[in-house]
């Protein structure tokens, strides 16, 4: 099985930055696309950003030219760098991955824990 960890999350003043990070670790042959996702209070569960295999890139309209994803396939981390952050961000961010199993090669979806981000004065 695979297991993602997130880390990096906090409490922010609006303009400011953080950076996200997510760990995946497990039997894995290879991840192909990672993304963030994240929900709001009251609200849906949204896509943020996502990163292929190959470095392709794709953003939510609310966060494009904001956010910056990133990935060191060496050690399975996706990064998730937020500049000029909103109130409106405040969410609990969850990384995502699509991993293809060393033990019999199936893909497998597979959701971090979250990790709290909070954009108040």
């Known amino acids: 099985q695979v297991q993602l960890v997130e880390s990096g999350g906090g409490l922010v003043q609006p303009g400011g930055s953080l950076r996200l990070s997510c760990a995946a670790s497990?039997?894995?042959?290879?991840?192909?696309?990672m993304g963030w996702y994240r929900q709001a209070p009251g609200k849906e569960r949204e896509l943020v950003a996502t990163?292929?295999?190959?470095?392709?890139?794709n953003y939510a309209g609310s966060v494009k030219g904001r956010f910056t994803i990133s990935r060191d396939n060496a050690k399975n981390t996706v990064y998730l760098q937020m500049n000029s952050l909103k109130p409106e961000d405040t969410a609990v961010y969850y990384c995502?991955?699509?991993?293809?199993?060393?033990?019999?090669?199936?893909?497998?979806?597979?959701w971090g824990q979250g990790t709290l981000v909070t954009v108040s004065s």
């Open positions: 990163i292929t295999s190959g470095l392709s890139t």
């Open positions: 995502n991955a699509a991993a293809v199993l060393s033990v019999n090669y199936r893909s497998l979806e597979v």
């Open positions: 497990g039997r894995i042959f290879r991840i192909n696309a």
